[in-house]
C-alpha cells in the first residue's frame, strides 16, 4: 500500500482546512488509519485515528472539538477536516495506515507501518 497526503496550505488563525490521503496499491477497508503531525524541532505527534470501516474515531486533546476524521472506503480515502485552526498546529501532516487487527497504543509511531509524504499546514496568527 502506498498513502499520497495532499491538501496543505496557509491559513490564517480560525481558519479550516481538508487534509486527503489517497491510497493505493492494497485493501483499504483492512487499514486502520491515523493522521499526525510533527512541527519543526518537535517529534511527530499522534493527532486522530479511524478504526477500518469508520465506526470508532480516536483524537488527540489539543484538536478534540476542532478536527475531524473520515474516510471513504469505496474511494481509498481518509480525510481530516480541521477547523478553527491555531498556530500551534503548524506541522507538516503525514497519514498513517496500521495493519494489526487490534492496537497496543493507537497514539504511538510505532503502531502504524506504512507512512505518506507530509503535506505542509501553516497558520499564521
Known amino acids: 500500500v502506498q498513502l499520497q497526503a495532499f491538501g496543505g496550505g496557509l491559513v490564517q488563525a480560525g481558519g479550516s482546512l481538508r487534509l486527503s490521503c489517497a491510497a493505493s496499491?492494497?485493501?483499504?477497508?483492512?487499514?486502520?488509519m491515523a493522521w499526525f503531525r510533527q512541527a519543526p524541532g518537535k517529534e511527530r505527534e499522534f493527532v486522530a485515528r479511524i478504526t477500518r470501516v469508520g465506526r470508532t474515531t480516536y483524537y488527540a486533546d489539543s484538536v478534540k472539538g476542532r478536527f475531524t476524521i473520515s474516510r471513504d472506503n469505496a474511494k481509498n480515502t481518509v480525510a481530516l477536516q480541521m477547523n478553527s485552526l491555531k498556530p500551534e498546529d503548524t506541522g507538516a501532516y503525514y497519514c498513517a495506515a496500521d495493519q494489526n487487527a487490534g492496537y497496543a497504543d493507537y497514539s504511538s509511531t510505532s503502531e502504524y507501518h506504512i507512512w505518506g509524504q507530509g503535506t505542509q499546514v501553516t497558520v499564521s496568527s
Open positions: 496499491g492494497g485493501t483499504f477497508s483492512n487499514l486502520a
